[in-house]
Antibody
């Protein structure tokens, strides 16, 4: 079955950096776009970033543009999120999610989600 | 990109039907048929319930249905069951090549 497993969360000081990973199994990883979505404690969902199935197209929410970088390694079936210049408002559970559409550049929906990894930005 | 507008809460009794609205703009919901709905129980990851406005993924109950009119999409749940009590979020693709969620609606089954 399809599995998405996030790792790399933890506690980091403001201004610090962290890299999240999302290991995917059960699908042809190189055929699907992938997303990061976050959820601050007690708050709603916020889309963070998207990477196309081949890594050729990346898009970001304004709130993270210039600070976060999404990437993928199709040989390892893994997606990453490099987070720099972290702020208190970045504290959240970060989910990786699979794009529903096959080999698409448009974001239609997320049909599989990981269980999330908690990032806490605090001094 | 502003969040889509959802009611903060809705409620209904078992067996009844409820509808959750999701209002956007002509830059998102009004232009694209890429509206989806997610159910999230406390402490769990979201689950896709409706995609492309009206489509149900395999395994999702037919009690869940979606629609759209102009800049507003809607999720209807018929024959309410206790297990339907959860948070519900809508989302839409936008003209800025981003994706926007609604603020979320908590459904209470009385």
């Amino acid at each position: 079955q399809v599995q998405l497993v996030e790792s790399g969360g933890g506690v980091v000081q403001p201004g610090g950096s962290l890299r999240l990973s999302c290991a995917v199994s059960g699908i042809t990883f190189s055929s699907y776009g992938m997303h990061w979505v976050r959820q601050a404690p007690g708050k709603g969902l916020e889309w963070v970033a998207f990477i196309r199935y081949d890594g050729a197209n990346k898009n970001y929410a304004d709130s993270v543009k210039g600070r976060f970088t999404i990437s993928r390694d199709n040989s390892k079936n893994t997606m990453y999120l490099q987070m720099n210049s972290l702020r208190g408002e970045d504290t959240a559970v970060f989910y990786c999610a699979k794009e529903s559409g096959w080999m698409t550049t448009v974001y239609t929906s997320f049909d599989y989600w990981g269980q999330g990894t908690l990032v806490t930005v605090s001094s | 990109q502003s969040a889509l507008t959802q009611p903060a809460s809705v409620s209904g009794s078992p067996g009844q039907s409820i509808t959750i609205s999701c209002t956007g703009t002509s830059s998102d919901v009004g232009t694209y048929n890429y509206v989806s709905w997610y159910q999230q129980h406390p402490g769990k990851a979201p689950k896709l319930m409706i995609y492309d406005v009206t489509n149900r993924p395999s395994g999702v109950s037919s009690r869940f249905s979606g629609s759209k009119s102009g800049n507003t999409a809607s999720l209807t749940i018929s024959g309410l069951q206790a297990e339907d009590e959860a948070h519900y979020y809508c989302s839409s693709y936008t003209s800025s090549s981003t994706l926007v969620f609604g603020g979320g609606t908590i459904l209470t089954v009385l």
